[in-house]
């Protein structure tokens, strides 16, 4: 119940187009659903959050899609540029406790 | 606003040696994280401080692992002895209150020979 699984592990994408990360739960009690990109040599940074009483936020390009009752949010990246080539995580919570992150998506945005 | 320091950014040791790490949060954050990431794995949560006082080490395997806090700034996590599993890179992490906004240093990568 503790699991965050996400997919898919790594993704190939063309410069402008639409990089889209799952992560799914099981735990209900989870509250705050973060994601964070990280560069290799460098530690995790977070990108964007979401808190389960709004379905979607956006933040410039990236933007949050939260389904409740299917117990699953994903990371779509519009207009993907080469810098934004990293490995990004998905992570949740429940009432400020620790963070349980998934496995990673290593993501390629090809020039 | 000065980040997460860590030191030293690389460690290569033999098993069953001892090694230690440093970590000095973002001034004034109460919350200080310790993480393991194994390659190709999310951090997974060793040890998280609010101030001086433990508040989870639910993962930290205390046969050999260790850390402190002191005067609730800088921290310290020891591994005595190395196993080759612990290869690893060893991150942490500050918060100012909870858990929701957390900083990470730049990670010390472990390798246990």
């Known amino acids: 119940q503790q699991q965050v699984k996400q997919s898919p592990q790594s993704l190939i994408v063309q410069k402008g187009g639409i990089s889209i990360i799952n992560c799914a739960y099981e735990?209900?009690?989870?509250?705050?659903f973060p994601w964070y990109q990280q560069f290799p040599g460098k530690g995790p940074a977070l990108l964007i959050a979401i808190r389960p009483d709004v379905s979607e936020k956006k933040e410039g390009r990236f933007t949050i899609s939260f389904n409740k009752s299917a117990k699953q949010f994903s990371l779509h990246i519009m207009d993907s540029q080469p810098g934004d080539s990293a490995t990004y995580f998905c992570a949740a919570s429940k009432r400020a406790n620790k963070l349980i992150f998934g496995t990673g998506t290593l993501l390629a945005v090809q020039p | 606003e000065a980040g997460v320091a860590q030191s030293p950014r690389y460690k290569i040791i033999e098993k069953r040696q001892s090694v230690a790490f440093w970590c000095n949060p973002i001034s004034g954050h109460a919350t200080l994280y310790w993480y393991q990431q194994i390659l190709g794995q999310g951090p997974k949560l060793l040890i998280q401080?609010?101030?001086?006082?433990?508040?989870?080490d639910s993962q930290l395997p205390k046969d050999r692992f260790s850390a402190e806090r002191l005067k609730g700034v800088d921290s310290t996590l020891k591994i005595q002895p190395a196993k080759l599993e612990d290869s690893a890179v060893y991150l942490c992490?500050?918060?100012?209150?909870?858990?929701?906004?957390?900083?990470f240093g730049p990670g010390t990568r472990l390798t246990v020979t």
């Open positions: 992490a500050s918060s100012q209150w909870t858990v929701d906004e957390q900083y």
């Open positions: 735990n209900t009690a989870f509250d705050y």
């Open positions: 401080f609010q101030n001086n006082g433990v508040v989870d």
